[in-house]
């Protein structure tokens, strides 16, 4: 284990920007290892706590959760054994509006001795990403535009320094090659949209643009923002009507 360690230490002033090259990659992997190894062993000295229900016509998603023979969901329940989650976790699907699967468990804090609830309030993060990316698909369901569609269509200046081919889907698929700025973003560009849509034009692709597969952690949502807004901004609609 510290050999691991040891190995994937590295030092910061390497850094610029947002993953800017593998070495922040690899710090990423470092913090998650030590927390895994670290969530891994006070779980491994607490009780196992797991709640929830399944409708049963959802059978399918109950079986596939469930130890054969014992009422417990396995691919949840190993996610917090694993250490994954980092001690607590909820999951929950909605069909035609009725709660059909709602499962949580694990612990609500490092120390793990708060329980996770069924009312544990808890940050989103990258859970955001599935809401932009609904937004895109409201657009396109409505006509606005199509996934096949390169970028520069609504977005010229976005075509800059090797990004003309980009899609809208390769942006959806994590496949645009844009998966960090290049150059450290400030809370005032941030809050500036004008300001992120000149640095995004700036941008240069990290790898050629719908080869391979790299999650946009940081990305994703600024661009697709902007797409949603030059789509927009050509039609008579507004971000309330999406």
């Known amino acids: 284990m510290n050999s691991t360690r040891n190995s994937l230490s590295l030092k910061s002033s390497n850094l610029k ?4 090259d593998d070495v922040a990659v690899l710090q990423m992997v470092q913090k998650k290892m030590n927390g895994i190894f670290y969530s891994n062993h006070l779980l491994q000295m607490k009780k196992e706590h797991i709640d929830g229900l399944v409708e049963d016509k959802f059978q399918p998603v ?82 606005l535009c199509d996934y096949s569609d ?18 809208i889907e390769m942006i959806l698929s994590h496949k645009a090659g844009l998966p960090y ?21 700036e941008e240069k692709p990290k790898y050629e643009p719908g080869v391979k597969t790299v999650y946009h952690v940081l990305t994703f949502g600024w661009l697709i923002d902007q ?16």
């Open 150 to 167: 390169k970028v520069t269509r609504y977005w010229p200046e976005f075509g800059q320094h090797g990004k003309h081919d980009i899609t």
């Open 62 to 143: 109950r079986d596939s959760f469930r130890l054969t023979n014992v009422m417990k969901y396995t691919c949840f329940r190993r996610n917090f054994s694993d250490g994954w989650e980092r001690g607590g976790a909820a999951f929950a699907v909605y069909h035609h509006g009725k709660l059909v699967v709602d499962l949580w468990g694990g612990y609500a804090d490092e120390s793990c001795n708060r329980r996770w609830n069924d009312d544990t309030i808890t940050v989103l993060f990258s859970c955001t990403k599935s809401v932009a990316a609904i937004c895109m698909a409201m657009l396109v369901d409505r006509g």
């Open 227 to 242: 797409v949603r807004e030059y789509v927009l901004s050509s039609e008579n609609f507004s971000v309330c009507n999406i």
């Open 181 to 201: 700025f290049e150059h450290a973003i400030t809370l005032a560009d941030l809050t500036d949209g004008l300001r992120m849509a000149t640095i995004i034009e």
């Open 17 to 20: 920007g947002f993953f800017v």
